[in-house]
């Protein structure tokens, strides 16, 4: 993470100073902007930004205004955007959440607690520019293909096959996020075990593909797979992604939940149903999941 680029927009000046200093001891670089006008100024002149701080309370163009622009340019729509906020509210959480912002933080702010949410968010931005670097080295096979059948065991096979697959989208760069999210979800979580909390703790301590890596090589774990099949009419493309576990609660991941929203993870298959997906069902217990992205 470190030379990472954050942009902090607050116009609290001794709360932004706080945080530049604690984001730059912990070797972030760090460009602050006292007012969203300010910030959408340093975008538009070409800055390149990991990640984004923004206060949602700011006097004249508030945070909610700025992450609507932010989301509207093709630019820059794709920078984490982490909202710190005193309103913790179920409707202002949705109202951030639909908005545009993935990552929220509650104020007073706790600098370990921002360092943590923020290496997620650049993380995050991180493994997008990985899936869409693959895309650009893939070759379109399932252009030409109607139906097909893999399955795969490590991280990098992940990636790799969600490239593959997203060659056959009308936007393979928006669904290459979507299909990535559903094959992690049900590698570390389904094949490996991965609870929620431990998620949370892994991503804490910086060792959640060291733990992802680690398990594979179990022996418990060598003879699992994950299976996935495509499937192409002249309306549709649908995956089917089954994984070797026992299930989860599926119904909680698929609409907005206000406390989830604070922590380092855990929105990733909402956000694949709200921004990649027309259709999302899970089978079963869980351990099987049906998208569709429409063609026509």
């Not at 680029?5 to 972030?28: E, F, P, T, W, Y």
């Not at 622009?69 to 982490?82: C, D, L």
């Not at 096979?141 to 593959?164: E, I, K, N, P, W």
């Not at 149903?273 to 027309?278: H, L, P, T």
Request: charged share 25%; glycine share 6%; net charge neutral.
């Amino acid at each position: 993470m470190s030379n990472a680029k954050v942009l902090i927009v607050d116009d609290d000046l001794v709360n932004l100073l706080h945080l530049k200093k604690a984001l730059r001891r912990a070797g972030l670089e760090v460009v602050t902007a006292e007012d969203g006008t300010t910030a959408l100024d340093l975008l538009e002149s070409g800055a390149d930004f990991d990640s984004i701080l923004l206060d949602r309370r700011m006097p004249g163009m508030d945070g909610i205004q700025v992450l609507e622009r932010i989301k509207r340019s093709e630019r820059f729509q794709h920078i984490p955007v982490v909202l710190q906020t005193v309103m913790s509210s179920a409707s202002s959480v949705l109202e951030g959440l639909k908005a545009g912002a993935r990552y929220y933080l509650t104020k007073p702010l706790d600098s370990r607690i921002v360092l943590v949410v923020l290496t997620a968010a650049i993380d995050e931005y991180a493994c997008k520019r990985r899936c869409w670097a693959e895309l650009e080295s893939t070759n379109s096979v399932l252009a030409s293909m109607d139906r097909g059948a893999f399955h795969f065991q490590t991280l990098a096979h992940c990636h790799d096959l969600a490239a593959l697959m997203a060659k056959a989208c009308p936007d393979p760069k928006r669904a290459v996020i979507g299909l990535s999210e559903l094959l992690i979800n049900a590698l570390e979580h389904g094949n490996l075990g991965i609870t929620y909390e431990e998620k949370t703790a892994l991503i804490e301590a910086r060792r959640w593909t060291a733990e992802v890596e680690h398990r594979q090589q179990l022996p418990e774990n060598l003879a699992k797979h994950v299976k996935v099949s495509f499937s192409r009419t002249p309306s549709r493309a649908r995956f089917r992604i089954e994984d070797a576990g026992a299930g989860f609660n599926w119904k909680e991941y698929l609409t907005p939940n206000p406390e989830r929203q604070f922590d380092s993870h855990g929105r990733g298959i909402l956000l694949a149903k709200w921004e990649v997906f027309d259709a999302i069902s899970y089978r079963g217990t869980g351990n099987c999941v049906v998208a569709d992205i429409k063609l026509a």
